[in-house]
Every structure is written in structure tokens, then in C-alpha cells.
């Protein structure tokens, strides 16, 4: 392209743009014209409707104010507004004063000037002026708003010279009423009143009443206050004194619209003296039922609990803070279901919703019973309340229905009973005649059900069981327990008799309260087969609890010529050993404990083996306590000492004898006190306590050693337990058994890391049975 090319292309161009920035300020001129022309309308119509309102107030006699930013002045109409300003108690017409007294006025016309002033909403109210004698005047105000300013045009009308409002007929209304009626300010003051609030005040006028201070009643001032402050409808009902008499009056307080506060009363002395004596009547009516023991509950047409009585809440079990607060009849029926309460029903949602569907019905519905779940049967009266709502009425009727139910289980119950019992059964009447039978009895004896019914009474069933049990004799004897009015005929039998099958029949008789009489047969030979072989068992296990005895009595009688053999040569090494090192007189005494260890744990399985046996008799005598524990600490003091462990003895002086067998109780410290030892660590102390308790003296054996698990504590006492504290496997079994010989028990006292107590509880007089016989003498 060529210099001449873009120089007319770079010409073009900007003449486009030229043209482009001509059309848009065009078009923005027109747009600016089109506002300002919008804007000389708006201030035109503004204009006008100010020059309308202008002439409004003046044809119309009224004071327009404008109020921008809360501030008000006066547009026209200076004369209405100072009449407005007088109206409403000003000294002086001031615009801005004019509108704070109509926003003092009421609470609801400030309520109404704010939403002017600030949102734009139109209003209309009128103002009663404060004069106390009613003769002032009324303002009525108007509010519209336009643009940003609010415009207010102010109306005074006067009342006449009876100091009646401006609407005649509507007062001569008012003041024709038999009861108090009035019209307050925001402050709940008297405006104006009828007649009879003059003559219920003993006041001559509105004046005269302020002059001396009297009202109609105090409360309905603060009545009317209150519905002023609020914008809403008060309503209450009070006792005052007119012309002498008390009488109750309905009073109520509706804010009115153009401003203060209507009220006017009803005499309704008659109805509250009614409610009264109804409420007494209720009162009486609710005290009586609270005396009686059927429960009732009256619900209203609400459905909620209006009246129950102290039999309602005992009945059901329901909390009386809980009814006090009227929960609704579902809320009941479902606090009852909750415990268990209401009849058992498969579809409780359907049976609810037909309980609640009563209230529909204008009859009373039949009567029904309720079995609950506790056992207790419930007859249940329904009816409407004339009142409106249900009245339901509780009856516990389990005590009259007790002999009629119990009648009609007993039977169904006793025939169910007896058809799934395997003994044959028969129940005969003091007539003979057969009342009941079970299917087991027709199987027993090999015939039909049919023919039971028909045999009819005792002989007949006689001829039908006769084929198995030949014996007349034995259903002749049967026959007197059934129908002999001899007390001691009837009296229960038992035996056992065979059958021509070879069957063992065991037969019983019963007499019953009714004077009929049970007769059961019951096929017990597999039983007595039983028996036999249980026989023949338990006299095999009695041969092999013999033969363990004589072979545990045998082998430890043959261990002990060895064990004594060892335990004297090793005794011998120890004390002359000549020839013998040291380490080997120390290996003799080693030689010499393992085998005295061993000889006493010989011992001790001979001993446990005749208590098995039932053999072991004690030797009784009195025993002093205080010697048999100092034996036993002397006895273990060497081993004490060489452990480091100390021996403490606590016996109180009461504790005095104790009848038993010495060795025997010896014994049993001997294997506390070895086990205490054992589990003592250097420094630890095993004390050897006494202690006398009602009946019986309490031998305790306590260590500070490592304590016994849980886990272990529940079978300390089983046999070879006893290994894992360290003894022989039997010591503590054989101080329980030696325990129990004596008539008492031991017990365990032992946390982990606490030590261990072991109490041996014995009686100051031996009860043991395997006791040597005594001559009853004592010291």
C-alpha cells in the first residue's frame, strides 16, 4: 500500500470518530434536557399541591405545618393554629411545640407522626385536648407526605357548653347508660364521663371529681393506660362499692382511633355472684369426688385435663405436679402406655385415635373393661360432661371379679393343665360323678376320650380300666377315698400297684377344698429301672471312693519308714558329719527340711482324706486363745527371724476359751502362719490376732506381703491352689475343711500389694458332728 493510500485511510478515520463523539454528545444533550424537563414537572406538581393545601386550610379553617428533618413550620393558617395550640394546652402557637405536644398526646399518635416523618405513611387522628373539665376541644390532624417534606393541616373542633364531644347523639348515647362509661388520655385520666360515672364517683362534675380527688375506680384508670400504651383491648372484672352496695362490674378499655381511650363497664354482679355458687358447687362437686374410690378425670372440649380427683392419680400411678399442669387426654394415654399402663392392643395408634374420637359423640358409649398389664381389671363408664368435653369414670373391679375370673381360669387353666400332663388324672365329684379327665388318662388306660365321657362316673370308669388292673379290691379302696364322707377315708394316699402289661403304676388320691377328689396314675417303671442302675452306680463309686482312700492311706503309710529313715541319717550329718564340709552339712539340712516338708504333707493328705471319708473325730476341750497363738508365734520364731520378719500377737484378755480340739486348731495357725511367712517379704511383719464376736471367736493370721489376686482369691481355699502362694497345695483346703469341723468358716481379706487376712470365725462351743462323745463336764 502506498503512502497516499494510508494517509487518506488514516483520514477516514478520524472523520468517523469525529462523527461518533458529534452523536454521543447529542444524545447525552437530549437525555440532560429530558431530566431538567422531569424535574420542572415534579416542581410543578409539588407547587401545586402546595397551593392546594394552602387553600384547602384556608376554606376549611385549619393551620397546615411542614415538617422537613423534624423540624416543623407553619405554611398557612396562623389563627387555626392557635386555637390547635390552645386546644391542646400550649401558651403559645409554636409550630415545633404543637407537634411535640400531639406526639405526647399517645403513645399511638407518636407512633404515627414518626412513621410520617420517616417512611412517608399517610395518618389520620384526632387529639383530645387536656383540659380535666371536658370542655376543651379536639384536634383532628391529617398527615400526607411529598417529597422530602411532610405536611400536616391541624383542625380544632370545640365542645359544647354541656361538655359533650362534638358528636352529640353518640354522647346523649353514652351518657344514657346505667353503668360507668368514660373516655381517658394516654395517662388513663378522665376526659369526659357519662352520668353514672358522676354518680358512682358522688361527683357533681368531671371537675368537682379532680377538685376532691375521687374516681370510679383507680384500677380502671391504670386499665386504660395500659390499653393506650399498648394499642390492644383491656378487659377485667372488679369489685367496687356504688351507693352503698358492692357490685361487680366488667370493665374494658379499647384505644379509640382518633386518640385516647374508651371505657365503659357492665354490671355483672348477678353473673359473678352465679360463677361463685357454681364455683362452690364445683368446689363441693370436685371435695366429694376427692372421697371416693373410683377414679374420675373430666376433660374439656379441648381435650385437656380439666378436673381429676386423688383416686385418678393413685390409680394410674401419675405424678400430681405433672396433672397440675392439665396435659392433654393423648398426652395421659400415652404417659400410661409409656409405664405399662393401658391395655395390651396390637395397633395402639388406631386404639388411641378411637379413645379421642369420643368427644364426637353426644350419647355415653357403653361400658367397657380394661385388663392392664399388672393384672388389675379396670371397668371404664364414659359420658359426655355437661360442661362440654368427657367425663371418664375408673372402677378397679379386680376383687369383685376375682372369684368369677379365678372360677373360669381355675377350669381353663386346670383343663389345659391337665390334657399336657404325661400322668393320667381324673377328678371325681363327692357323688361319684367324674367331672374332669385328661387325654392322658384315656392313653394310660388304652380307650377312647369317648368312652371316658360316657363311663360317666366311678364304676364306670372302674369297668373301663378293670382289663389292665385286674385288682377289684384296690378300686374298691380307691372308691372310699372318692365317695365316703369319712374325713379319714378321704385322706391323701399313695402306693404302687402292677399292671397286666407289667407295667409299675404309681397312684395317688388328693381330696380338694370343693369335695371332689384327685385320683393320678403315673407309669414310673422306667424310673424304678433308673433307680437301680443309679443304686448300682452310686455303690460302684462308693467301692472306688474306698479303694482311692485305702490306696492314698497305704502309699503314705509305706512313704513314711523311708522319709524318717532320711530325715534321721540327714539329722545325723547335720550334728557330727564328720568329715563333712560345711556345704555338706548344708546340703544334710536341706536333705533334712525337704523331708520333713514332705512327711507333713503326708500328713496332711491323711487328714484330708478322713475328713473325705467322714473318720476324722475331734478331741474337744477348753483351749485359752492368748497360749494357743503364743505357741504358735514361739514355734515359727527361728524361721521369722532368719526371714527378717517380725511376729506380732494382738489377743485381748476377754477373749478367754474357746472349746475345741487344740492339735487341730494348732494345725490351722500352723498353715496360716507357714503361708504368712512365706509371702512376707524382709522387714514385713505377720501378726496373730484374736477377737470375740457374738457366739463365736474370730483366730485372724495377717501378713504385709504381696497380697493375693482377685482372680485367685475366688478358689484360695480349692485344693493345690495354695501353689501359687508359695505352699504346699493343700495347707489352705485343709484349714477350710479343719474350719468347717468345728462348725465355722474362714474367710479372705486381701487387696494386691496390701497383704492378705485370713480369719478363721469358730463358735466358743464345738458343733462338729464327728466330735468325740463328752461327759458334759467343765472345769
Given at each position: 500500500m502506498g503512502a497516499n493510500q494510508l494517509i487518506l485511510a488514516a483520514a477516514a478515520g478520524a472523520v468517523s470518530l469525529a462523527i461518533c463523539a458529534v452523536l454521543w454528545a447529542l444524545a447525552q444533550r437530549r437525555q440532560a434536557q429530558d431530566r431538567v424537563a422531569a424535574i420542572a414537572r415534579k416542581l410543578a406538581a409539588l407547587e401545586a399541591r402546595a397551593e392546594t393545601a394552602q387553600a384547602s386550610a384556608e376554606a376549611f379553617d385549619s393551620a397546615l405545618l411542614a415538617v422537613e428533618d423534624g423540624r416543623a413550620l407553619l405554611a398557612s393558617g396562623e389563627e387555626s393554629l392557635a386555637v390547635c395550640a390552645a386546644a391542646l394546652g400550649l401558651s403559645e402557637p409554636d409550630p415545633q411545640g404543637v407537634v411535640n405536644a400531639l406526639m405526647r398526646a399517645d403513645p399511638d399518635h407518636a407512633r404515627r407522626l414518626r412513621a410520617l416523618f420517616e417512611r412517608g405513611e399517610a395518618c389520620a387522628f384526632e387529639v383530645q385536648g387536656p383540659s380535666s373539665t371536658g370542655s376543651g376541644g379536639l384536634v383532628a390532624v391529617e398527615g400526607r407526605a411529598a417529597g422530602a417534606l411532610a405536611w400536616l393541616r391541624l383542625s380544632s373542633a370545640t365542645a359544647d357548653d354541656a361538655g359533650l364531644p362534638t358528636a352529640p347523639r353518640f354522647a346523649a348515647f353514652i351518657n344514657a347508660r346505667p353503668t360507668p362509661a368514660w373516655i381517658a388520655a394516654a395517662d388513663g385520666s378522665p376526659v369526659w364521663v357519662n352520668s353514672a360515672w358522676l354518680k358512682a364517683a358522688d361527683a357533681v362534675s368531671l371537675d368537682d371529681a379532680a377538685a376532691r380527688g375521687v374516681a370510679f375506680d383507680r384500677s380502671a384508670d391504670a386499665l386504660a393506660s395500659e390499653a393506650a400504651n399498648l394499642g390492644q383491648r383491656r378487659d377485667t372484672v372488679r369489685w367496687s362499692t356504688v351507693a352503698g352496695k358492692r357490685r361487680a362490674f366488667h370493665i374494658a378499655a379499647q384505644p379509640l382511633e382518633g386518640g385516647g381511650v374508651g371505657v365503659w363497664t357492665e354490671d355483672v354482679g348477678e353473673q359473678e355472684d352465679l360463677r361463685e355458687l357454681l364455683k362452690r358447687n364445683v368446689e363441693a362437686h370436685d371435695e366429694t369426688l376427692n372421697h371416693i374410690a373410683e377414679a374420675v378425670a373430666v376433660f374439656d372440649k379441648g381435650k385437656k385435663l380439666m378436673f381429676h380427683n386423688i383416686a385418678f392419680a393413685e390409680l394410674w400411678g401419675l405424678e400430681p405436679a405433672w396433672l397440675a399442669e392439665q396435659p392433654t387426654h393423648s398426652e395421659v394415654l400415652d404417659r400410661l402406655r409409656q409405664r405399662r399402663r393401658l391395655p395390651e392392643t396390637a395397633d395402639y395408634s388406631k386404639w388411641k385415635a378411637g379413645e379421642l374420637d369420643r368427644y364426637e359423640q353426644l350419647a355415653a358409649g357403653p361400658d367397657e373393661m380394661w385388663s392392664l398389664p399388672d393384672g388389675r381389671t379396670l371397668k371404664v363408664v364414659r359420658q359426655p360432661h355437661p360442661m362440654g368435653g368427657l367425663l371418664l369414670l375408673y372402677s378397679d373391679i379386680t376383687d369383685e371379679l376375682k372369684l368369677t375370673s379365678q372360677y373360669n381360669a381355675l377350669i381353663q387353666v386346670q383343663q389345659a393343665?391337665?390334657?399336657?400332663?404325661?400322668?393320667?388324672?381324673?377328678?371325681?365329684?363327692?357323688?361319684?360323678?367324674?367331672?374332669?379327665?385328661?387325654?392322658?388318662?384315656?392313653?394310660?388306660?388304652?380307650?377312647?376320650?369317648?368312652?371316658?365321657?360316657?363311663?360317666g362316673d366311678f364304676e364306670g370308669v372302674v369297668e373301663l380300666c378293670i382289663p389292665k388292673l385286674h385288682d377289684r379290691s384296690f378300686w374298691a379302696e380307691l372308691k372310699g377315698r372318692v365317695a365316703d364322707p369319712d374325713p379319714q377315708a378321704r385322706a391323701p394316699t399313695t402306693g404302687e400297684v402292677k399292671t397286666a402289661d407289667s407295667r409299675i403304676v404309681l397312684y395317688q388320691s388328693r381330696p380338694l377344698p370343693d369335695g371332689a377328689t384327685l385320683i393320678a396314675f403315673t407309669d414310673v417303671t422306667d424310673a424304678r429301672k433308673l433307680e437301680g442302675a443309679l443304686e448300682a452306680k452310686e455303690q460302684a463309686l462308693a467301692d472306688a471312693e474306698r479303694l482311692k482312700r485305702d490306696f492314698v492311706g497305704n502309699v503314705s503309710y509305706e512313704l513314711r519308714t523311708p522319709l524318717t529313715t532320711i530325715i534321721g541319717y540327714s539329722e545325723l550329718l547335720e550334728r557330727s558329719g564328720e568329715g563333712l564340709s560345711e556345704r555338706g552339712r548344708g546340703h544334710a539340712a536341706a536333705v533334712k527340711q525337704a523331708?520333713?516338708?514332705?512327711?507333713?504333707?503326708?500328713?496332711?493328705?491323711?487328714?484330708?482324706?478322713?475328713?473325705?471319708?467322714?473318720?476324722?473325730?475331734?478331741?474337744?476341750?477348753?483351749?485359752?486363745?492368748?497360749?494357743?497363738?503364743?505357741?504358735?508365734?514361739?514355734?515359727?520364731?527361728?524361721?521369722?527371724?532368719?526371714?527378717?520378719?517380725?511376729?506380732?500377737?494382738?489377743?485381748?484378755p476377754e477373749v478367754g476359751l474357746i472349746r475345741g480340739d487344740a492339735r487341730r486348731l494348732g494345725q490351722i495357725l500352723t498353715h496360716l502362719v507357714e503361708n504368712a511367712l512365706g509371702q512376707t517379704p524382709a522387714g514385713g511383719t505377720v501378726t496373730l490376732g484374736a477377737k470375740k464376736g457374738l457366739g463365736e471367736v474370730q483366730l485372724s493370721v495377717t501378713d504385709t506381703g504381696r497380697g493375693i489376686p482377685f482372680h485367685v482369691q475366688a478358689h484360695i481355699f480349692d485344693r493345690f491352689i495354695g501353689r501359687e502362694r508359695g505352699g504346699p497345695g493343700l495347707g489352705l483346703a485343709l484349714v477350710k475343711a479343719l474350719t468347717e469341723l468345728h462348725g465355722g468358716w474362714v474367710a479372705l481379706e486381701s487387696e494386691p500389694g496390701a497383704g492378705a487376712t485370713f480369719t478363721c470365725h469358730l463358735p466358743e462351743e464345738a458343733v462338729a458332728a464327728a466330735a468325740q462323745p463328752e461327759l458334759g463336764l467343765r472345769p
Open positions: 393343665t391337665l390334657d399336657k400332663l404325661s400322668d393320667a388324672v381324673t377328678v371325681f365329684g363327692s357323688d361319684g360323678r367324674l367331672r374332669l379327665h385328661n387325654e392322658s388318662f384315656a392313653k394310660f388306660w388304652n380307650v377312647t376320650p369317648a368312652q371316658v365321657e360316657a363311663a523331708a520333713t516338708q514332705l512327711a507333713r504333707s503326708i500328713d496332711d493328705v491323711l487328714d484330708m482324706a478322713q475328713i473325705d471319708a467322714d473318720e476324722m473325730a475331734l478331741d474337744l476341750e477348753d483351749v485359752r486363745v492368748a497360749e494357743l497363738l503364743a505357741a504358735q508365734a514361739e514355734r515359727w520364731a527361728p524361721e521369722a527371724e532368719a526371714a527378717n520378719v517380725a511376729i506380732v500377737v494382738e489377743c485381748p
